[in-house]
């Protein structure tokens, strides 16, 4: 069964810097594509980032500039890397993946469970 491990949620102050880490365990044959959502409170679900083989990085207007998505493909891990952070930043982080289990024919959609990511003074 694959699961995905999302880390490095928390508290920061406007302005400060924090790294989401995601970790793919399981039997995974291939990972197609990787990324990054969150949805605020009373607010809709919505794609941060995302990055694949052979096609750009995408990332939300909102967040261009400011967060970098980067991946190891050795491990299976890939980061979100969060600067200048501003309070509408604030929101549960959820890592994705579309990935091929070990034994599958098809590619399959997964998410963590969320990490929390709080910017407040």
């Known amino acids: 069964q694959v699961q995905l491990v999302e880390s490095g949620g928390g508290l920061v102050q406007p302005g400060g810097s924090l790294t989401l880490g995601c970790a793919a365990a399981g039997s995974i044959s291939r990972i197609n594509a990787m990324g990054w959502d969150r949805q605020a409170p009373e607010k809709q679900r919505e794609l941060v980032a995302r990055?694949?083989?052979?096609?750009?990085?995408y990332y939300t207007d909102s967040v261009e500039g400011r967060f970098t998505i980067s991946r190891d493909n050795a491990k299976d891990m890939w980061y979100l890397q969060m600067t200048s952070l501003k309070p509408e930043d604030t929101a549960v982080y959820y890592c994705?993946?579309?990935?091929?289990?070990?034994?599958?024919?098809?590619?399959?959609?997964?998410w963590g469970q969320g990490t929390q990511v709080t910017v407040s003074s």
């Open positions: 990055i694949a083989r052979d096609t750009p990085t």
């Open positions: 994705y993946a579309n990935l091929k289990p070990g034994g599958s024919t098809y590619l399959y959609d997964y």
